[in-house]
């Protein structure tokens, strides 16, 4: 049986605060366990009076909805049947799957392809998958390895996978009419891999971007109904906050993990109010062969982010939380001339902070665009820079 290594929560909203309005036990929280395989937690003050049985009980169904559409294993789930289809076949989705789609599709055009859900059958590969996390794992595939932590995959299976036209989620087709959702699966295949007779199409995985649409999600219930206080975090990598009941100016301070042991157990803090956060790195999900990190995050020539000089983690703070969560993703999955060039192009719409890696110098570098009032650096770097 193989484990691969889930580190706590990236961000961490602080609840024993100096109240100013109300005490401690006006804070009420809510939990649910199990859903994107980790923790949403509903905060709330209990001196707003929200009716929080009906506001949690539709925030667990929309997130239900979501896991059960966007799983790639769930029966009858919208992805799932997606990977399932033949090349070219046309896929009938709920309108949730649909949503979730078309804001992949439009990171993915912002980005460049950095943040590419069709990395399905790459993220199989390298053994990121769920049925990998799954305690009752065994190989069933011919790409398969009895334990991927020890064994990397064969180059044929990476440069097939890595097929430019399988991984052009921009080919990928939606259309609705009258209501009815569709999705047309691109009429390519993998190049064969000799010895192996299996055919191999376009595999989605969109676990980057579903806790994000569910922190969306639980904004909506929110608004409707009349919250103004508290905040909503989905598994501590994607985070609403609204305002803070215990402090005059509504601040929330959201520790900000550190990827690596050397910088500490946090590098910042954020002073943040009514907005999404969205963190991604690469000390989530990975494991390490011979002294090489590899992580769920699948660069541009398919392989795992983690070696070398690189992203070590990205925070969004703005927009949407799904939107984040896809960007948060590809952040990692650039350069370092990237991420500044593409978050200073985007500044009006949301703001960055980044670890960066310098594998040459073995040093760290923090760059971030958010407004100097908005964080503390708790870490010591070797390099800080702020740009526009």
């Not at 100016?249 to 956060?277: M, Q």
């Not at 690189?310 to 350069?335: F, K, N, P």
Request: proline fraction near 3%; hydrophobic fraction near 40%.
């Amino acid at each position: 049986m193989r484990r691969i290594k889930n580190i706590a929560a990236a961000l961490l909203a602080a609840s024993a605060l100096t109240l100013s309005a109300c005490s401690d036990e006006d804070l009420a929280v809510r939990d649910e366990y199990g859903r994107f395989g980790t923790q949403n937690r509903w905060v709330y003050s209990a001196a707003e009076d929200p009716d929080a049985d009906a506001i949690w009980a539709q925030m667990t169904a929309c997130t239900a909805a979501l896991e059960a559409s966007l799983s790639v294993s769930a029966e009858g789930g919208d992805i799932a049947r997606f990977n399932a289809a033949a090349a070219g076949q046309t896929v009938s989705v709920g309108e949730t799957a649909y949503k979730v789609l078309q804001t992949a599709m439009a990171i993915y055009e912002e980005t460049d392809g950095a943040y590419d859900p069709a990395v399905g059958l790459l993220v199989d590969l390298w053994g990121f998958s769920a049925r990998h996390r799954s305690s009752g794992y065994e190989p069933t595939l011919a790409y398969d390895r009895a334990d991927p932590e020890s064994e990397l995959p064969a180059q044929t299976y990476i440069e097939a996978f890595s097929d430019p036209a399988l991984r052009d989620f921009g080919a990928v087709a939606l259309a609705e009419e009258d209501g009815a959702y569709s999705v047309v699966k691109p009429d390519t295949v993998a190049p064969a891999v000799e010895g192996d007779g299996a055919t191999y199409t376009m595999q989605l995985c969109l676990d980057g971007i579903g806790k994000g649409a569910s922190v969306d999600a639980a904004w909506e219930i929110l608004r409707a109904a009349d919250v103004r206080y508290g905040y909503y975090n989905a598994g501590g990598s994607s985070l609403l906050v609204l305002e803070n009941p215990a402090r005059s100016d509504g601040l929330w301070e959201i520790t900000v993990n550190s990827p690596r042991e050397e910088l500490g157990a946090s590098y910042a803090t954020l002073s943040v109010s009514n907005t999404t956060i969205s963190t991604s790195g690469d000390y989530e999900q990975y494991y390490e062969i011979g002294g090489t990190r590899y992580c769920h995050i699948i660069g541009g020539n398919g392989q795992p982010v983690g070696a070398g000089s690189h992203v070590l983690c990205a925070t969004v703070v703005g927009g949407s939380a799904a939107a984040g969560d896809a960007r948060a993703t590809a952040l990692v999955a650039m350069t370092e001339e990237e991420v500044v060039a593409y978050a200073s192009a985007h500044a009006d719409e949301f703001r960055v902070m980044f670890v960066w890696y310098d594998a040459a110098e073995d040093s760290y570098a923090l760059y971030t665009n958010l407004d100097e009032a908005s964080y503390e650096l708790t870490a010591s770097f070797d390099r800080v820079e702020a740009f526009s």
